[in-house]
Structures are given as structure tokens and as C-alpha cells.
């Protein structure tokens, strides 16, 4: 709901702070008087394109600022959170400033929470929050969408429960059609990655390549490649240890064996040299065994050496043509061939996996049929009803010959809302063809249907603010009663504000708000004054209204009787 709305230098309108509140506004005045700027500051409030001819002339730049509150958790919200701005909390409620400048060469600036954002930013937190039907401009419901969710609304719990479970199959109906498509389209790819995958691992498991078998048998092929070095060095290393036929010095086992005794000669005078003597013992032991390991080793390479490498080379070229392809080690190579044996198994799936995705397609689009089919006809339903309460709207203001109705026509394919294409539509006189609302009607007539529509609709699919520029054009007398009685029903679920010539519409209002126009003198500008009316001046206002007399006895008469009646109503 708009609590106020501030605007300066708009047109007509210097400097103008306007009461709002909760109920049905109307705003009067006399022709010219500024009533239309009003609208004009909203509509800037919602996005619409600013234009520099409104910026009053003596004013560097116009402006429009507006405190609304709405629910704590309203989307206007988030809205304005999400564009930086800052919302104030109190009660379970929010409180919003928007606001909007244009200067006099036509640039603008929005502004949301305080912090200024796009101008599309402000529209989009404004379309949340107010809906216009102007003479030349009804924005609400004019999308099929809109129709639409306006026509499910109304049908209730039963269709949004079908609707509920027709979205849940629709989206996964949607995914799987998705992955299937994925799938067959990829086979032939998919086929040829299999084929290959198929090829590598019986190469892999051909050459069957062990943990860190390349690194082991680089060191073999160095062992092998070194036999004769090595045979002599363990020849030499054995003779230096136990001496040899042609050995040309003492055996270091012999050594050993001689310092040991001549310690042990003398032990029994130094306890110290008998435990080096006991030492010299355990060398010894050492020195024979490590003595007889250089002698098995020597033995060990009596093999056939050149049979050996041979073999040892030729698994690592196999090996080394796998790193090749593969990896850069076998270790990585034997990683690769796990990954992808599990790759393998997957596309190997493939056709039984297409075949299971084709069945649960089949079943799904027989449920979204089901569903579809269910939405067509409680649809239909509603729309026979919704169609006979706006009619009996339209009687009532002064359309006895239009006829309004709701077309649920089928499409070719589903869609995320079932199969219906769904249009409100207005023959407007006997013997014409019914077309959309927005084209088969125009000015006031249009604005009393989207009022009919409105009323019907308020109390499943409102909006927080209605604002509806001359409703009552073209009418009067008893019609002018019922628009006025209509807009004040309206007003009781949600804000409404209206702008009116009629006094019978704007006995019904909550809140009277009067616009007066003001000459300049001596060369001044011409401007206007906006205030809230108290009760005896709304008597008087109306008279003048009714009768452009409002000094007259008869007409404040008139006008009293209009404000009780309206009352009692």
C-alpha cells in the first residue's frame, strides 16, 4: 500500500505532499487542474519513460517519491535488498521509499531504498506493488500469462493441486527428454569411444604391466649391462677377504685373526685389550660372512647374461609403448586403464539405459496427458464462471450489450502449464465477433471492463494498489452509482485509487483528495494545490461537481445525499 506520495515541480503541480492510505482515493478537480500528473508520478514510479516536457518550467528537475509498506516478505522486498537499497522493518512489515527524478533535458534517475538503481529495477519492484488501467493504458493482465494465472486463481485448490503435481512431471519429464536426446544424438560418438576404449585396455591387458615394474627393470637392465665389472669386482673383493691362490697380500679375515690373538695373548693383563680382543672376534664372523655373500653373489652371475637382457629389454619396449600411448609411467598407465575400464562399463550401458529413459518418457507424457486434460476441463468450468459474474459487472456499468468470455483453446504442444492457451475476450455489441479485451474496447469502456474483471478477481489474485485514471468516462447517473459502488467493493481487499469527474464515484471514496488549479499573477506560473478534503468540504466539493454551483443550497443537498448514501451502501 502507497502511505504518501511527494512530488514537486510535475507539471502543474510546484510542491504537493499527498495523503494516501488504505480503502478507496479519489482525486478531483477540475479539468486541467493536474489530476493526470498524479498518475503521471506513479507511472514514473513504475519504470515508465520520463519526459522532460512534465518538468515544470521554472524547475531544474521534477521529482516523485513515495513510501510504500507491504508484508515483510512481500517480492518487493527482496527487490529492493538485491538493488542495495535499504528497507525499513516494523511489525511484520516493510516500509519501501522509491523515488524518481527527471530533468529538464529529460534524463532521469531511480532511486529504491534510498540507493539509486536502473530504472528497470524500479519497475519491476512498482509492477509488484501497483497495477494501472488508464485510459490509454491497462497493464494488468494484458499477457496470455497473466490471463492465465488470473484464470487459475480463481478456479481454487482443486486446479493449483493439479497444477502442482502437472509441474512436478512436466520438469522431470522435461530432464529426462533432455538426457534421452543427449544420448541418441551422441550414440554413433559414444560407439566410436567404446570401440577404443575396448582396443586400449586389451593392449593394456595384453603386456598385464605391474606396480613399478618399469623402474625395476631400468635397474635390471643397468645390472645386466655391468656383469663383467661386477664379476671382477666381487673376485677382487673376495680375494682382499680371504686371500686368494695368487692373492699378493694377507687376507683381511687373516688380519683380523692375528690382531685378535695377539690381544687375546695379553688379555689376562688388561681387562680393556680383552674386549677389544672379544671384538675383534665378532669382525671376524662378520668379515667370513660377508666373505661368503660375495662368493654366492660371484656364483649368481655365471647365468646367461645375454639371454637375460635381452628379455629384460624387450618388456620394457612393450612397457615404454604403453607409456607412449597412455601415461607418462606405468604406474599411471595401470590408473588410466582402472578409470576407464569403469568409462567403459558405463557406455557399454548406453542402450539399455536409452531404452529405460524411452519407457519412463512414454509413461510421463501419458500422466502429463492425464493432467493436461484434467486443467482443460476445471479451466473451462472456471471460465464459464468468471465470464457470467463479469457480465453481471458489465450490466451494471452501463454495458448491458457486452458480453465478456474466456477462451481455453488447446495448443499444439504441451507447455509448463498444460496444453491450454488461455484469452480474455469482449464482444463488445451484438452481431460483432469477440476479440481480445485490450482491442474491442477503448478509453472509459475498457477501463469499466478491467473494473468488472478486477472485482471479480480481487480476492483470489490481488494486487496491492489498483489505480484506475477516469473509469467513469462516458458515464453517468445510475451507471456512475454502481462504478462507484464497484471501486469501494474493490477497495475492500485491496488499495485503490482513482481519478474522477464524477461525483457519484467519488462519494464512495475512503480518503478525498482535491487537485486546484491556481493562475499565476504578475506573470507568475500557473499551479496547482493538492489537499485532503474534510468531511463538510467534500460536501462541497461534490456539489461543484454536480452542478458547478458549490455555494448552492441544493446542490450541498445533493451532495450530502449522494456521501449517505454512498454510506450506507
Do not use: C
Not at 497495477?131 to 478456479?155: E, I, M, P, W, Y
Amino acid at each position: 500500500m502507497i502511505d504518501q506520495l511527494r512530488i514537486a515541480n510535475l507539471g502543474v503541480i510546484a510542491s504537493a505532499e499527498v495523503p494516501l492510505g488504505p480503502g478507496l482515493t479519489v482525486f478531483t478537480g477540475e479539468t486541467g487542474a493536474g489530476k493526470t500528473m498524479v498518475v503521471t508520478a506513479l507511472g514514473l514510479l513504475l519504470g515508465a519513460r520520463s519526459d522532460a516536457s512534465t518538468v515544470r518550467r521554472d524547475a531544474k528537475n521534477a521529482s516523485v517519491e513515495a513510501v510504500v509498506r507491504v508484508a515483510a516478505d512481500a517480492p518487493a522486498v527482496n527487490l529492493t535488498e538485491d538493488a542495495g537499497g535499504e528497507v525499513e522493518m516494523h511489525d511484520g512489515d516493510a516500509d519501501l521509499i522509491l523515488a524518481r527524478t527527471v530533468s529538464g533535458d529529460g534524463r532521469s534517475r531511480a532511486f529504491a531504498g534510498g540507493r539509486s538503481a536502473p530504472v528497470s529495477v524500479l519497475g519491476a519492484i512498482g509492477s509488484s506493488l501497483v497495477t494501472v488501467h488508464g485510459q490509454n493504458d491497462q497493464l494488468r493482465l494484458k499477457s496470455a500469462a497473466a490471463q492465465r494465472q488470473a484464470l487459475d486463481s480463481f478456479a481454487g485448490a482443486e486446479l493449483a493441486a493439479v497444477s502442482a503435481r502437472y509441474a512436478e512431471v512436466y520438469a522431470s519429464w522435461q530432464a529426462h527428454e533432455a538426457e534421452h536426446s543427449e544420448l541418441v544424438t551422441s550414440a554413433r560418438e559414444r560407439l566410436r569411444e567404446a570401440e577404443m576404449l575396448q582396443a586400449a585396455l586389451e593392449e593394456i591387458d595384453a603386456i598385464d604391466p605391474q606396480p613399478d615394474e618399469d623402474d625395476n627393470l631400468k635397474s635390471e637392465s643397468v645390472r645386466l649391462g655391468s656383469i663383467e665389472e661386477l664379476r671382477v669386482a666381487g673376485q677382487q673383493a673376495h680375494e682382499a677377504l680371504t686371500g686368494g691362490d695368487f692373492a699378493e697380500s694377507h687376507a683381511a679375515t687373516s688380519l683380523v685373526d692375528a690382531a685378535k690373538r695377539v690381544l687375546e695373548s695379553v688379555a689376562d693383563k688388561d681387562a680393556a685389550l680383552g674386549e677389544l680382543a672379544a671384538r675383534l672376534q665378532e669382525i671376524e664372523v662378520l668379515l667370513s660372512d660377508v666373505a661368503n655373500e660375495v662368493a654366492s653373489y660371484g656364483a649368481s652371475l655365471d647365468e646367461d647374461v645375454p639371454a637375460l637382457l635381452e628379455h629384460v629389454e624387450t618388456r620394457r619396449a612393450e612397457l615404454n609403448k604403453l607409456i607412449r600411448k597412455y601415461a607418462p609411467s606405468i604406474n599411471e598407465v595401470i590408473g588410466w586403464a582402472e578409470t576407464n575400464r569403469a568409462r567403459l562399463d558405463e557406455l557399454h550401458q548406453d542402450e539399455s539405459t536409452i531404452a529405460e529413459l524411452a519407457a519412463t518418457l512414454e509413461r510421463e507424457r501419458a500422466e502429463l496427458e492425464e493432467l493436461a486434460g484434467q486443467l482443460t476441463a476445471l479451466r473451462r468450468d472456471a471460465a464459464v464462471s468468471v465470464a457470467g459474474r463479469v457480465d453481471a459487472e458489465l450490466q451494471e456499468l452501463a454495458m448491458p450489450d457486452a458480453q465478456f468470455s474466456v477462451d481455453v483453446s488447446a495448443m499444439d504442444e504441451l507447455g509448463p502449464h498444460g496444453r491450454d492457451r488461455v484469452e480474455f475476450l469482449l464482444q463488445p455489441h451484438p452481431g460483432t465477433d469477440p476479440r481480445p479485451v485490450a482491442k474491442s474496447a477503448s478509453g472509459g469502456e475498457l477501463s469499466r471492463v478491467m473494473l468488472a474483471i478486477e472485482v471479480v478477481l480481487a480476492e483470489v489474485n490481488p494486487v496491492p494498489t489498483f489505480i484506475f485514471d477516469e473509469v467513469d468516462a462516458g458515464v453517468g447517473g445510475k451507471a456512475a452509482v454502481e462504478i462507484g459502488r464497484r471501486l469501494s467493493m474493490l477497495a475492500k481487499s485491496v488499495q485503490v485509487i482513482v481519478v474522477t469527474h464524477l461525483a457519484q464515484v467519488a462519494a464512495f471514496a475512503d480518503n478525498h483528495v482535491r487537485i486546484l488549479k491556481s493562475s499565476g499573477t504578475d506573470g507568475g506560473f500557473t499551479e496547482s494545490d493538492v489537499r485532503a478534503l474534510e468531511d463538510s468540504e467534500r460536501v462541497v466539493e461534490l456539489a461543484r461537481m454536480l452542478a458547478g454551483q458549490e455555494d448552492s443550497d441544493s446542490a450541498r443537498a445533493h451532495a450530502q445525499e449522494l456521501l449517505d448514501s454512498a454510506r450506507r451502501a
